[in-house]
């Protein structure tokens, strides 16, 4: 099995290697699905995919996901993405909730 990337064993969602692009492609799918089946260290994983690709505005959401329930690794991941000017907290209610609560917690 060494020889072989897996996504998702239990869907046999598995490419030999080499064909990094195809394991990304159901990798950053697999993410998805599981965030929007509410499972959310799945939202972690998705909003840190998509960060790397530099889509912060996707990434920004699933991170809000993760925050809403309790997640505090999304809730540090949000305030970097502010931090850094590539989230401005007002793509929809939870995020301006989120961007409240952290902008508060700013020292002064």
Same mark, same amino acid.
């Given at each position: 099995?060494?020889?072989?990337?897996?996504?998702?064993?239990?869907? %046999?969602?598995?490419?030999?290697?080499?064909?990094?692009?195809?394991?990304?492609?159901?990798?950053?799918?697999?993410?998805?699905?599981?965030?929007?089946?509410?499972?959310?260290?799945?939202?972690?994983?998705?909003?840190? #995919?998509?960060?790397?690709?530099?889509? #912060?505005? !996707?990434? %920004?959401?699933?991170?809000?996901?993760?925050?809403?329930?309790?997640?505090?690794?999304?809730?540090?991941?949000?305030?970097? !993405?502010? %931090?850094?000017?590539?989230?401005?907290?007002?793509?929809?209610?939870? %995020?301006?909730?989120? !961007?409240?609560?952290?902008?508060?917690?700013?020292?002064?």
């Amino acid at each position: 099995m060494d020889d072989i990337q897996c996504v998702d064993e239990a869907v %046999s969602q598995c490419i030999a290697p080499g064909n990094r692009e195809e394991f990304n492609a159901k990798y950053e799918a697999f993410m998805a699905r599981e965030c929007d089946n509410n499972f959310y260290p799945a939202c972690l994983s998705y909003g840190d #995919f998509l960060s790397q690709r530099d889509d #912060f505005d !996707l990434a %920004s959401k699933a991170y809000v996901k993760a925050a809403n329930n309790g997640n505090e690794a999304a809730t540090s991941r949000l305030y970097y !993405l502010y %931090s850094n000017q590539h989230w401005d907290g007002h793509s929809d209610e939870k %995020s301006e909730y989120w !961007l409240d609560r952290l902008t508060a917690e700013q020292p002064n």
